[in-house]
């Protein structure tokens, strides 16, 4: 486990999540770090109004109306007057939302506490007719919640998943055919086949784009062939067949970050790499600062942080959303890629070798085996509710503040995977001591 990655940087906002009895979280939603340009983003692909290429206009009057809704196309100023916050999202306004200026504290102010002329286009309404999502991977932990969310807001939704046996060893599992039954289509296919994921993307506006093989098993052609190249299979679809997606959100992950970020007193931030594995074997745990070698502070990881890859699902995490935001750019198609933290949920495979911690601390214990600790169980991780991260793709998706940037998606809290394992054996009611591998002094 790395140890330094202890939580994403609060850079301007975070939303809060429902409180649960049995959890205390909230959803983070963090920009990205503020050197950004406004003329990066890719707004003008979401505009509601557009006109292909192709089209030829003869009488006078369409050739007016189509000069203007070019210049909608160009000026976000012009553009702005099209943008209306619509009702399908206005519920989301009851959420609290904790404002985190860099280095301040929270504070609670709704969504409507924001002034129009402060921010006019935080939220924009896709219509009726344009809120047809595709899912990939949408049986899966995060995918399926998305699913649910989607339909709850009224979605026509479209399912793409392969059923991979080690997750699915039962077939369809209970929530995707309670989601077929609520009316989604289901596409049984994989991201390597051309022909399946052309036929899913067929009629659809916003792709959520989930599916991936995870995992630190050492398949290393297959982690490429189905991130990477099944990413990059889906972007050509879309551009070859002038297909009227309006919008892609990739699911990224935490791990594009090598090691966590760390708070010297003599260098201020600095962005530690991997620990010596001499340091380690020596019961030295701590995350070092790389100018001058002094134990540092666990602080959150900003978006602007160095990105490596430690892993080959790493790489291809890096590969997926440094494509799709390439890609975004160039074709004008709005993108959004979420790093998400350490997620935990219902629905989450035991039988997946990338299931988590969580799960996996769960499984040990109903077995009577005392959860595994590695190192000094001192480490920090960023732990986010499922549904916390299913509503961050929703309001990715109809919001174009986030539009052609990479952002983490997390709490915002440091829980050390000691407390984890305690706070599991209590809700289990079976209270082993954990056992320890690489403890300090051995």
């Given at each position: 486990m ?10 301007r906002?975070?939303f809060d999540g429902?409180d649960?009895?049995?959890c ?9 770090a503020p050197?950004?340009?406004r003329?990066q983003?890719n707004a ?14 003869y ?8 000069l ?8 976000p100023?012009?553009?702005?007057q099209?943008?209306?916050?619509g ?6 306004a009851?959420?609290p939302l904790?404002l985190?200026?860099?280095g301040g ?6 969504i409507?506490?924001f ?5 006019p ?5 896709l219509?009726?007719q344009?809120?047809?999502?595709l899912?990939t ?7 399926s919640?998305?699913?649910?969310l989607?339909?709850?807001?009224d979605?026509?939704v479209?399912?793409?998943d ?6 699915h060893r ?12 609520n ?12 022909e399946?994921?052309?036929?899913a ?8 784009h ?31 067949k002038n297909?009227?997606?309006r919008k ?8 594009v970050?090598?090691?966590g970020?760390?708070?010297c007193?003599q ?14 074997r020596r ?5 070092r600062c ?7 502070k666990?602080?959150?990881t900003?978006e ?20 799709v935001?390439?890609?975004?750019r160039q ?9 998400y933290s ?5 629905r989450?495979?035991i039988?997946?070798?990338?299931t988590?911690?969580?799960a ?6 109903l077995?009577?085996l005392?959860?595994v600790?590695?190192?000094d ?5 960023d732990?986010s ?13 109809t919001?174009?503040q ?13 829980t ?15 209270r082993?001591a954990?056992?320890g ?6």
């Amino acid at each position: 486990m790395v140890r330094g990655r202890a939580r994403f940087a609060a850079s301007r906002f975070c939303f809060d999540g429902a409180d649960r009895s049995r959890c205390d979280r909230h959803l983070g939603i963090l920009s990205t770090a503020p050197f950004r340009k406004r003329k990066q983003r890719n707004a003008p692909a979401l505009d509601l109004f557009w006109v292909r290429p192709c089209a030829r206009v003869y009488d006078p009057a369409f050739f007016v109306l189509s000069l203007v809704l070019c210049l909608a196309s160009s000026f976000p100023l012009f553009r702005s007057q099209f943008r209306r916050v619509g009702p399908d999202v206005n519920h989301l306004a009851s959420l609290p939302l904790p404002l985190r200026p860099i280095g301040g504290r929270p504070l609670s102010i709704p969504i409507s506490g924001f002034s129009p002329v402060l921010c006019p286009q935080q939220l924009m309404s896709l219509s009726p007719q344009a809120k047809r999502a595709l899912v990939t991977g949408g049986a899966g932990l995060i995918g399926s919640h998305i699913v649910d969310l989607l339909q709850a807001q009224d979605w026509s939704v479209r399912v793409l998943d392969n059923l991979e046996p080690q997750t699915h060893r039962d077939g369809k599992p209970p929530w995707l055919q309670a989601a077929i039954q609520n009316g989604a289509e289901f596409v049984e296919g994989d991201m390597r086949d051309r022909e399946v994921v052309e036929s899913a993307l067929d009629g659809i506006d916003v792709v959520f784009h989930e599916a991936a093989y995870g995992g630190y098993m050492p398949e290393i052609s297959k982690y490429v062939a189905v991130n990477s190249l099944g990413t990059a299979q889906l972007l050509e679809i879309v551009r070859e067949k002038n297909l009227g997606i309006r919008k892609i959100i990739v699911a990224s992950s935490q791990v594009v970050y090598p090691e966590g970020t760390g708070e010297c007193s003599q260098h201020g931030l600095v962005f530690p790499g991997l620990r010596p594995v001499e340091q380690l074997r020596r019961g030295d745990f701590s995350v070092r600062c790389p100018a001058c070698q002094s134990p540092t502070k666990s602080v959150p990881t900003p978006e602007f942080a160095p990105l490596g890859g430690e892993t080959v699902y790493a790489i291809t995490k890096l590969d997926q959303e440094k494509l799709v935001l390439t890609w975004g750019r160039q074709v004008g198609i709005p993108t959004v890629a979420l790093r998400y933290s350490c997620t935990f949920g219902p629905r989450q495979s035991i039988f997946n070798p990338y299931t988590g911690v969580i799960a996996i601390f769960c499984t040990r214990l109903l077995n009577n085996l005392p959860p595994v600790i590695y190192e000094d169980g001192e480490q920090t991780r960023d732990f986010s509710f499922v549904e916390d991260i299913a509503r961050a793709n929703l309001l990715a998706a109809t919001s174009d503040q986030l539009d052609g940037k990479a952002v983490n998606v997390g709490s915002g809290r440091a829980t050390t995977i000691k407390r984890v394992a305690a706070l599991i054996s209590d809700a289990l009611q079976i209270r082993l001591a954990p056992e320890g591998w690489l403890h300090a002094g051995s």
